[in-house]
């Protein structure tokens, strides 16, 4: 093999600048619209998010500088890592090679750290004192809360009581960083103690928890909120993954020609894709018959079965409609234990793509992504989070249809995080109590009821 196993770069080969892929859409991405119908503007969101953050939210620029304040921060554990597998590629019997981008090697032990250190950043800019937030599996959460504790800012959490009740460990985590965690819905909030007045052992949404947080922060004029997925500068913040991941590929002479993420609201999986894209879109060569899939759960198939249309990114209506694949608002998911993949819509920028046909989507069953987890950990060594799962599941799907074509394909996939809270999960497995969750048709139809007439 004359390619290493284990790519890395320097630190000073950080990239110094983020991708934006809003530069390279042939149609302008589709604008925020306020409760009219009528495109908002920026000025209304100032109120929970800081002006640096609203300026990359709406920038088409291709390049944006990353401060290096925050630089510094992404130093600590970047560049990551990128990986071959060449085990599970053995007892694959395929001829494709099998590459990761490892984020598990940040402190909170995913890719999420990318965005918590510059929202922070910027929070702290701007004189903030505090910040809130929502959190599903407790990885963004995590993320936050490490990133105030570096930045000197106060953090609350709202964490999907399903997630909070399966992960208490994160929530540890996130209060020895010094976050103060409550589940979610909390009778902190008027959105909370109202779901908890009609339904007392409410399971949660990410759509309650981010209403919950967005609530308290525009109450208070020395709180802003923070988002671990789904808008445009979150997507930006995480380009460093595919950016890192191309100059890799680099050293080695190689260039994938699938690469797999996993996708809740986007993030992970526009973060490994986005920058690869970009050459696509510029009419490389190299990446003329590229693809780029994006896996997420049978249970909360947004991207498969979800309508692309308007719909506002939280259950209560705080936020702005975005256009983008949804479920509907009032969706309520199954309390599977990706939990970073329970959102009810996904990242408008990525629901374009696939809209457009620029990017594939796929929905797995949940035993299957721990099946495929669980041979990827015994053939690395490295015990994978239930949401990188979806994608390894994906990638040995490909390899092994390559195994009968012989076609010697290079794929990649976002490892976006290790598994060591997620014991739990994979202990239900391994006694055959996980069950997996298709979403009837007629669940999907009531949901998709509420979805605004707008747009």
Not at 54 to 64: A, D, G, K, P, T
Not at 78 to 106: D, H, N, Q, W
Not at 135 to 154: K, N, V
């Amino acid at each position: 093999m004359s390619e290493p196993t284990r790519i890395l770069l320097e630190e000073h080969e950080i990239p110094t600048h983020w991708y934006n892929i809003a530069a390279d859409l042939s149609t302008p991405p589709a604008p925020p619209l306020g409760p009219d119908g009528k495109p908002i503007d920026p000025s209304a969101m100032a109120a929970i998010f800081p002006e640096p953050i609203l300026e990359q939210e709406m920038s088409r620029e291709r390049w944006i500088a990353i401060p290096e304040a925050v630089r510094e921060t992404y130093a600590i554990w970047r560049p990551s890592p990128l990986m071959r597998a060449v085990r599970l590629e053995r007892r694959l019997g395929t001829p494709a090679k099998i590459f990761f981008k490892y984020e598990g090697v940040s402190p909170a032990g995913s890719h999420k750290p990318n965005s918590a250190v510059p929202q922070a950043y910027y929070n702290r800019q701007v004189g903030i004192k505090r910040l809130t937030t929502e959190t599903g599996a407790g990885q963004w959460g995590s993320s936050i809360a490490f990133a105030g504790q570096m930045l000197g800012l106060e953090v609350r959490v709202y964490m999907v009581r399903v997630s909070y009740q399966q992960k208490p460990q994160r929530r540890v985590l996130m209060e020895t960083w010094g976050a103060e965690v409550h589940a979610s819905p909390s009778p902190l909030t008027e959105t909370g103690r109202r779901i908890l007045a009609t339904e007392p052992d409410h399971p949660g949404s990410l759509g309650i928890a981010i209403s919950e947080a967005v609530e308290e922060a525009a109450s208070r004029p020395d709180t802003n909120y923070t988002l671990g997925s789904v808008l445009n500068h979150v997507l930006l913040h995480q380009s460093l993954i595919g950016l890192e991941a191309k100059k890799q590929f680099e050293k080695i002479g190689l260039y994938p020609d699938v690469i797999f993420g996993p996708c809740g609201g986007g993030s992970s999986f526009g973060g490994i894709a986005f920058p690869f894209l970009a050459d696509k879109f510029a009419g490389e060569r190299r990446a003329a018959g590229l693809r780029c899939v994006a896996v997420e759960p049978e249970s909360c198939p947004s991207l498969t079965k979800g309508t692309y249309a308007y719909d506002y990114g939280d259950a209560s209506g705080f936020t702005p409609l975005m256009r983008m694949y949804t479920l509907g608002h009032d969706f309520v998911p199954p309390g599977i234990h990706a939990g970073g993949l329970r959102y009810h819509g996904a990242s408008p920028l990525v629901s374009q793509l696939v809209h457009e046909g620029q990017v594939e989507a796929l929905a797995v069953p949940q035993r299957a992504t721990f099946e495929a987890g669980i041979q990827f950990a015994r053939a690395e060594g490295i015990i994978p989070a239930p949401e990188s799962c979806h994608a390894i599941r994906a990638v040995i799907d490909e390899a092994l249809r390559c195994k009968e074509t012989g076609e010697p394909k290079v794929l990649l996939f976002n490892l976006t995080g290790h598994g060591h809270f997620d014991m739990s999960a994979y202990e239900r497995y391994l006694r055959g109590e996980l069950e997996d969750y298709t979403l009837p048709d007629e669940l999907l139809a009531e949901a998709l009821r509420t979805l605004p007439s707008v747009g």
